[in-house]
Nanobody, 123 residues
Framework: QVQLVESGGGSVQSGGSLRLSCAMT????????MGWFRQAPGKEREGVAA???????TYAESAKGRFTISQDNGQNNMYLEMSSLRPEDTAVYYC?????????????????WGQGTQVTVSS
């Protein structure tokens, strides 16, 4: 069973930066799609960014130009560099993975989820 563990969340002021990390263990495939999702209080979970095994990326409109998703060569670690953070970025951020054909921002595609890490942006 694939396991995902997020780290790097915290509190930052508006305009600040944070780097989230996701460590994947017990993987059984070499071609995972991995993504970052977030859920703010009272809101539905939304996709932020995804990266396929070949390095291709997809971003939500809210993340374009501010967030960068990346992974290491072994594909067992994924990162989300967040800059120009806004109070509306406050949420629990989740790392997720799957090994299906497409690699997008629909959460129903993903089979494996981390426990989440809190990001709080104050104004």
């Amino acid at each position: 069973q694939v396991q995902l563990v997020e780290s790097g969340g915290g509190s930052v002021q508006s305009g600040g930066s944070l780097r989230l990390s996701c460590a994947m263990t017990r993987y059984t495939s070499s071609s995972y799609c991995m993504g970052w999702f977030r859920q703010a209080p009272g809101k539905e979970r939304e996709g932020v960014a995804a990266i396929d095994f070949d390095g291709s990326t997809t971003y939500a409109e809210s993340a374009k130009g501010r967030f960068t998703i990346s992974q290491d060569n072994g594909q067992n670690n994924m990162y989300l560099e967040m800059s120009s953070l806004r109070p509306e970025d406050t949420a629990v951020y989740y790392c997720a993975a799957h090994s299906h054909w497409s690699c997008g921002l629909g959460d129903s595609e993903y089979d494996y989820w981390g426990q989440g890490t809190q990001v709080t942006v104050s104004s």
